[in-house]
């Protein structure tokens, strides 16, 4: 069985055996019945009352998560097209940390309105036409009613953190978590060039199951999976004065293949003896410098442990290089790659240095820093897949506090900024005499989605629930969006439910550029050379034409 063309009555082979190929109308319905799957299998997921999903490995691992893009992840995705939608919510994640399950639903949805629009016979460049002209005009509504957004709003910054986390596991606790969140994002927050910039990556979560989810506290400083090294050392320094050292506190062994002979036992002594005073010659400095803790990047001797107990030095070692540079934004200490550098300006300053047992491990606090610009949030809860599901909340509310901040905007939430982008489309595609129209109009049934999907997930009648928030916008109501707690539509400002602009404006982006991307693909071939006696490979999306013969 091989692909082939005629050519003269002679057969011309083109593809090798097994290969396997749809192509035109078979290969767009393939690729988007997949797209469609994948956006279905989030979409329930939607909104504060979405439910979630629980994801059982080859192994018997699970995870149980309302995060879009963890799911996703999780799912092991074979279909190219469905591995599209995947990356959108990557995408998404990486750029503002929330809005995934936003993201692939839209994208999901204008490949569901496209492929509507195919069946009409209208041709894909004008669908992509129509969805770009559209995708614009939609961004552009967004931005008009957007509201500016500054550090100094507590209050709507916490409400961004809350209505992230709404629908997660950690909503039963959202308002303490969404205090811990804006804290932390302010205390990182910097100023550059009149702009705020605030890297997520100076927020360390270490997480830990034990307690509850309420036990989740915000550190001003770091914590450190590491013990103290020696039973002999302090547990806990008060105003301690921190070293940070990339070098090892160890005898050095030579480089090459150094044999030393000794005949007197003596020398033996005299040896080992000089390999001790180097070690204590080396804690000397550390303590000469005013150091009363030692957190050490590479391994210390047991020798220069019990050197540095006797001098009362709290030390840690073989701590993560990522952990270090954390340590030096919250302490202020500089990073020292050589004890003999070692000066008292090096040092950080923490309030408090303390060794805890948290659950069964023994973990190293640095806290009450002086102006930290790297913290830790400590995440609790009572099994590790709640510790983990809190985790990700915290995670997705730091992303959408962080962008809210340096994006400068925010937008009411609900479906209410999607409502009035659909409201602005239908207008603008009147415009319009073509069958862009069509499309333009596609775009603005898909946007639809979102209102529709939270009214679903919340109990209430979709199609009541989006005539009637239609009729608010018509009203110029622009801040009506679904009230999924008490039903009806409600002005979402005055409920609390704000997201940041930027949020919308990259799920649009992200959603819209891959539903063009799969348009355009009219022929899929897949290709895979054959184990011997092996299957050929299974087309995508389980159809595809049979070779010719």
């Given at each position: 069985m091989a692909q082939i063309a005629q050519l003269g009555g002679q057969p011309v082979l083109i593809l090798p055996e097994g290969t396997l190929r749809s192509r035109g109308r078979?290969?767009?319905?393939?690729?988007?019945?997949?797209?469609?799957?994948?956006?279905?299998?989030?979409?329930?997921?939607?909104?504060?009352?979405?439910?979630?999903?629980?994801?059982?490995?080859?192994i018997g691992d699970i995870v149980i998560t309302n995060d879009g893009v963890t799911i996703l992840d999780e799912m092991e995705i074979e279909h190219p097209a469905a591995k599209m939608m995947v990356e959108v919510a990557k995408t998404q994640n990486e750029e503002v940390g929330d809005g995934t399950t936003t993201a692939v639903v839209i994208a999901g949805e204008l490949l569901k309105k496209a492929g509507e629009l195919l069946e009409q016979e209208i041709h894909p460049t004008v669908i992509i036409r129509g969805f770009n002209l559209a995708?614009?005009?939609?961004?552009?509504?967004?931005?008009?009613?957007?509201?500016?957004?500054?550090?100094?709003?507590?209050?709507d910054l916490k409400k961004i953190a809350m209505t992230s986390m709404s629908g997660k596991s950690a909503y039963a606790y959202s308002e303490r978590m969404a205090e811990l969140v804006v804290k932390a994002v302010r205390q990182v927050a910097e100023k550059r060039d009149g702009k705020v910039i605030v890297d997520t990556d100076n927020i360390q979560r270490e997480k830990k199951h034990g307690g509850s989810s309420e036990d989740t506290e915000l550190i001003d400083g770091i914590v450190i999976d590491k013990e103290v090294v020696h039973p002999g050392m302090p547990k806990t320094i008060k105003n301690a004065k921190i070293a940070l050292l990339d070098a090892a506190l160890e005898v050095k062994e030579t480089e090459t293949d150094a044999q030393i002979q000794i005949t007197d036992p003596t020398k033996l002594q005299e040896f080992i003896e000089q390999e001790e005073r180097m070690l204590k010659n080396m804690v000397e400095k550390v303590a000469a410098s005013g150091a009363n803790v030692v957190l050490c990047q590479k391994g210390i001797d047991d020798m220069a442990q019990h050197y540095l107990a006797k001098?009362?030095?709290?030390?840690?070692?073989?701590?993560?290089?990522?952990?270090?540079e954390k340590l030096a934004k919250a302490?202020?200490?500089?990073?020292?790659?050589?004890?003999?550098?070692l000066k008292k300006e090096?040092?950080?300053?923490?309030?408090?240095?303390?060794?805890?047992?948290i659950g069964d491990e023994q973990m190293t606090f640095i806290r009450n820093c002086k102006n930290p610009k790297?913290?830790?949030?400590?995440?609790?809860?009572?099994?590790?897949?709640?510790?983990?599901?809190?985790?990700?909340?915290?995670?997705?509310?730091?992303?959408?506090?962080?962008?809210?901040?340096?994006?400068?905007?925010?937008?009411?939430?609900?479906?209410?900024p999607e409502a009035e982008s659909v409201r602005?489309?239908?207008?603008?595609?009147?415009?319009?005499?073509?069958?862009?129209?069509?499309?333009?109009?596609?775009?603005?049934?898909?946007l639809e989605v979102i209102p529709r999907s939270l009214a679903e997930s919340g109990g209430l009648d979709p199609i009541d629930t989006l005539v009637a928030l239609r009729a608010a916008h018509e009203q110029k109501k622009i801040e009506s969006g679904v009230n999924v707690i008490e039903g009806g539509i409600a002005n979402m400002t005055k409920l609390g439910v704000i997201e940041p602009l930027k949020v919308k404006t990259q799920a649009i982006n992200s959603a819209s550029d891959a539903a063009?991307?799969?348009?355009?693909?009219?022929?899929?071939i897949s290709a895979s050379k054959l184990e011997k006696g092996g299957m050929p490979p299974t087309p995508p999306g389980g159809g595809g034409e049979m070779p010719e013969y």
């Open positions: 078979s290969a767009q319905e393939n690729n988007i019945a997949a797209a469609k799957a994948v956006a279905d299998a989030v979409r329930t997921t939607l909104g504060p009352k979405g439910m979630d999903k629980m994801l059982v490995d080859s995708k614009e005009k939609a961004l552009k509504a967004m931005e008009r009613i957007s509201t500016p957004i500054s550090l100094d709003d507590v209050d001098k009362g030095i709290l030390a840690d070692r073989r701590v993560k290089k990522s952990d270090m302490t202020g200490a500089r990073i020292v790659t050589s004890i003999d550098d090096d040092l950080g300053f923490a309030g408090l240095v303390e060794e805890v047992k790297a913290v830790s949030i400590l995440v609790r809860g009572g099994t590790e897949h709640v510790v983990d599901e809190v985790d990700r909340a915290i995670e997705d509310a730091i992303g959408a506090v962080a962008s809210a901040i340096e994006v400068g905007k925010v937008v009411p939430g609900g479906g209410a602005e489309l239908r207008k603008f595609a009147e415009g319009f005499s073509g069958r862009e129209q069509l499309a333009i109009n596609a775009f603005a049934d898909a063009v991307m799969i348009l355009r693909i009219d022929d899929v």
